[in-house]
């Protein structure tokens, strides 16, 4: 009997562990200073594309899928997650060559433990402006804003004051390239530059992210 019941309260924790636990456990989402992006080179990251030529010849062919950096940024504030450390590294893969987040000071960051160690959620980041009002916020997100999931989406673009000027060269983009980059409704459009209007504050992309590009991964349901 006591040992019936030993067993059933062991298959009751288990469930409880197994269902309470998902990849938003392992998530954490960050403002970031950049203190250094790096280089790694890697050589077990290979595609392996198999040929057969002439006489049955088979030739191998290896490409690299992804470039690997190794990240480290100092946490401002954390925004999604546990992490006891002021500072963090993690590895980041990208198909294109140097992460583009790395071109920005400040971001927000979303970044993953998989098999204890942390990497970067492909792709995912904001860059990071102060505000008027000392806060930080993102211009609007075209591409998050048009994800195929946004009919999941509950925030707006609001109206922001940046702190300083936030604009984007448009002289060398087609008409039509700049509609789609950057819509009036939310951008001002002066002396070939595209000027930050509309965007949002950390908790609402923080929203954003998890009903478009996080849902679509299965992180968020």
Request: proline content about 3%; hydrophobic content about 40%.
């Amino acid at each position: 009997m006591v040992k019936s019941f030993i067993t059933l309260i062991a298959l009751f924790l288990v469930f409880i562990f197994a269902t309470g636990q998902n990849r938003a456990d392992s998530l954490l989402v960050f403002i970031g200073e950049k203190i250094e992006v790096k280089y790694s080179p890697i050589d077990k990251n290979l595609f392996v594309d198999t040929l057969i030529e002439g006489n049955d010849t088979i030739i191998n062919r290896q490409f690299v899928i992804d470039h690997k950096y190794i990240a480290k940024y100092k946490i401002l504030k954390l925004v999604q997650g546990n992490f006891k450390w002021d500072t963090i590294e993690f590895t980041v893969f990208d198909h294109y060559g140097v992460p583009p987040f790395s071109k920005y000071q400040t971001v927000l960051l979303f970044v993953s433990y998989s098999n204890g160690k942390l990497y970067h959620e492909k792709y995912q980041y904001y860059d990071l402006y102060l505000t008027s009002s000392g806060e930080w916020a993102s211009p609007y997100s075209m591409r998050d804003y048009n994800h195929a999931y946004k009919n999941s989406i509950t925030v707006k673009p609001e109206k922001i004051q940046f702190k300083n000027e936030i604009s984007f060269p448009v002289s060398n983009m087609s008409e039509k390239e700049v509609k789609r980059c950057y819509p009036k409704s939310y951008f001002k459009i002066e002396n070939d530059r595209a000027i930050a209007v509309y965007g949002n504050y950390v908790d609402d992309l923080f929203k954003l992210k998890q009903q478009t590009i996080l849902k679509a991964r299965g992180i968020f349901r």
